[in-house]
């Protein structure tokens, strides 16, 4: 059998034992702050410190954090996949940068990168893994007052949509993993897969919004499910 295309898309719950909150869940982030009061760009607006601090406290997190054993599940997967002459395509929704921490070689942040600031004023963008704040000036245009967080806001437009229409167009497989389904344009990754006659697996902690909508479904921790189901393509595909 030729090794398979894959795209896995992931979502908040793949990090959640890695001790990053998730959004939905009982306890999520979004139980605990109002979403349109901390990441939309009229919030930044209203009150750049607030989500400034938000952010902050989220990138520190982030830092004292390790990849889980999920993360590094689909690293392997990506060195068996390619070593077989398959391809995996990695597209997150999460701004964490675990999955390159576990040494997943690329990866596309659809809702942006939360260790990256961006300047208001000029448009770049630079790493950064410190705090931000209004008066912080950009390394490029030496202007303060304009870096904000190179995050996807609610009302703003993800990135490289092109790219993942085109990986899921290619594929044989596409696996959603640790996602609710409940924000689109990923939620309708699945159905676009569908229409294309790609099959669809979902790993989860539960079933998601649109798990009827999947061919296969796997229920369970992460860290527990994403390492099996991995070990499983990458024998299938040598075998
Ligand atoms: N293992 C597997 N799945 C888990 C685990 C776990 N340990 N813990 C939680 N989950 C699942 C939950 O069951 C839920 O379905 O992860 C999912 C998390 O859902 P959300 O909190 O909605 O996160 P996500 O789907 O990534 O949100 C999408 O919403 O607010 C925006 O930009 C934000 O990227 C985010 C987007």
């Given at each position: 059998?030729?090794a398979?295309?894959v795209?896995?898309l992931t979502g908040?719950?793949?990090?959640a034992?890695?001790?990053?909150?998730?959004?939905?869940?009982?306890?999520g982030?979004?139980?605990?702050f109002?979403?349109?009061?901390l990441?939309?760009p009229?919030?930044?607006a209203r009150?750049?410190?607030k989500?400034?601090a938000?952010?902050?406290?989220?990138?520190?997190?982030?830092?004292?954090?390790?990849p889980?054993?999920?993360?590094?599940?689909?690293?392997e997967?990506?060195r068996?996949?390619?070593?077989?002459?398959?391809?995996?395509?990695?597209v997150?929704?999460?701004?964490?940068?675990?999955?390159?921490?576990?040494?997943?070689?690329?990866?596309?942040?659809?809702?942006?990168?939360?260790?990256?600031a961006r300047?208001?004023?000029?448009g770049?963008?630079?790493r950064?893994?410190?705090d931000?704040?209004i008066?912080a000036?950009?390394?490029?245009?030496?202007?303060?007052?304009g870096?904000?967080?190179?995050?996807?806001?609610?009302?703003?437009?993800?990135?490289?949509?092109?790219?993942?229409?085109?990986?899921?167009?290619a594929?044989?497989?596409?696996?959603?993993?640790?996602t609710?389904?409940?924000?689109?344009?990923?939620?309708?990754?699945?159905s676009?897969a569908?229409?294309?006659?790609v099959?669809t697996?979902?790993?989860?902690?539960?079933?998601?919004?649109?798990?009827?909508v999947?061919d296969?479904?796997?229920?369970?921790?992460?860290?527990?499910?994403?390492?099996?189901?991995?070990?499983?393509?990458i024998?299938?595909?040598?075998?």
């Amino acid at each position: 059998m030729t090794a398979p295309n894959v795209v896995v898309l992931t979502g908040a719950g793949i990090s959640a034992e890695s001790g990053l909150g998730t959004f939905r869940d009982p306890g999520g982030l979004w139980e605990k702050f109002d979403p349109y009061e901390l990441a939309t760009p009229e919030a930044c607006a209203r009150d750049p410190a607030k989500v400034h601090a938000f952010y902050n406290l989220r990138r520190k997190d982030l830092i004292a954090s390790r990849p889980n054993a999920a993360h590094l599940a689909l690293a392997e997967l990506e060195r068996g996949l390619d070593a077989a002459g398959g391809r995996l395509t990695l597209v997150t929704q999460n701004i964490d940068d675990l999955h390159e921490r576990a040494g997943s070689p690329r990866v596309l942040h659809m809702h942006g990168e939360l260790l990256k600031a961006r300047c208001a004023r000029c448009g770049a963008t630079a790493r950064c893994d410190g705090d931000l704040s209004i008066n912080a000036a950009c390394a490029a245009c030496a202007r303060a007052g304009g870096l904000r967080p190179h995050v996807v806001w609610f009302g703003e437009f993800p990135f490289h949509l092109e790219e993942i229409a085109d990986a899921i167009a290619a594929a044989d497989l596409f696996a959603s993993i640790g996602t609710s389904g409940s924000v689109y344009p990923a939620a309708a990754f699945v159905s676009e897969a569908k229409a294309l006659d790609v099959r669809t697996v979902e790993l989860n902690l539960e079933p998601s919004d649109n798990a009827d909508v999947f061919d296969e479904r796997r229920y369970g921790a992460a860290s527990r499910i994403v390492p099996a189901w991995a070990e499983a393509m990458i024998s299938r595909a040598t075998t």
